[in-house]
């Protein structure tokens, strides 16, 4: 049997990874390997409907199946059309109806959350704040206790210094979740997007109290807050461009 005869028996046996292989090993190889028969059987494997056409949705049934055999990977953003730079962040904290917390906070000191975390802290929570995952934290200064009987909410409103507009992020939420093994009180709400995106939604931004033991089993020492938006946004430019979809007023 003849070289050719071989590979052209051989040929539809393989996976479409090991068939693409085989087009680099030499002009022959690939000359066969070409051929769209085979590469119909395998798209017929993955989308038996598409091969009920008499020809290919696209030229050829090869471009059809490396253009969609795996999934695409992640491509890289371009660069947000915001900077931190020109954000400041509005956030108050009430205990029942005391205001225990009110402070502008600018865009670029919330960012770097540049900051040593007080001596003390958990380790769960050391290693909590020092891992890879993005997150912006401020200290809170100065500090503030909070009795667990008591109910805490917060809001967080960002306003663009380039255009004079404000969005919500969150409103008025409740830390209705203490984690005390994490040493983490926190409250979420969902984004509110602009109509441009529509089919944005069901993202939440999350406010975390990141705490200490106070000494007295009701009471936490709160000394600073973390934000994050670990739904959607795991990195710098992909949080920007979600505050960019958000519905400013």
């Known amino acids: 049997m003849a070289c050719e005869e071989i590979l052209k ?20 190889w690939q000359e066969i390997a070409r051929d769209d028969y085979f590469w119909k059987c395998l798209c017929a494997k993955r989308w038996p409907s598409i091969c009920k056409r008499p020809s290919p949705p696209t030229v050829t049934y090869l471009k059809l199946f490396k253009t969609f055999y795996k999934r695409q990977q992640n491509r890289p953003l371009l660069p947000p059309r915001l900077s931190f730079k020109d954000l400041e962040f509005y956030i108050d904290i009430w205990s029942e109806q005391n205001l225990i917390f009110s402070d502008v ?19 769960v929570l050391r290693f909590h704040l020092e891992g ?38 969150i409103n008025k939420s409740v830390f209705d979740y203490i984690d005390r093994s994490a040493y983490r009180a926190l409250a979420f709400d969902y984004l509110d997007f602009s109509p441009a995106h ?41 949080v920007l461009w979600l505050l960019d979809m958000l519905d400013w007023k």
């Open 105 to 123: 906070v600018p865009g670029l000191v919330l960012q770097k959350g540049s900051w040593i975390p007080p001596p003390g802290i958990s380790d």
């Open 198 to 238: 529509p089919f944005v939604s069901g993202i939440r931004a999350w406010i975390s109290l990141l705490f200490m033991d106070h000494g007295n089993e009701g009471i936490i020492d709160v000394f600073g807050i973390e934000v994050d938006f670990c739904d959607a946004a795991n990195s710098e430019e992909q």
């Open 132 to 169: 890879p995952e993005y997150k912006m934290t401020l200290p809170v200064e100065p500090r503030f206790n909070i009795p667990f009987s008591q109910t805490v909410s917060v809001s967080v409103l960002v306003g663009r210094k380039d255009s004079n507009k404000v969005a919500c992020i």
């Open 9 to 28: 028996a051989v040929f539809p046996l393989l996976e479409g990874e090991d068939l693409a292989t085989c087009m680099l090993v030499c002009k022959q």
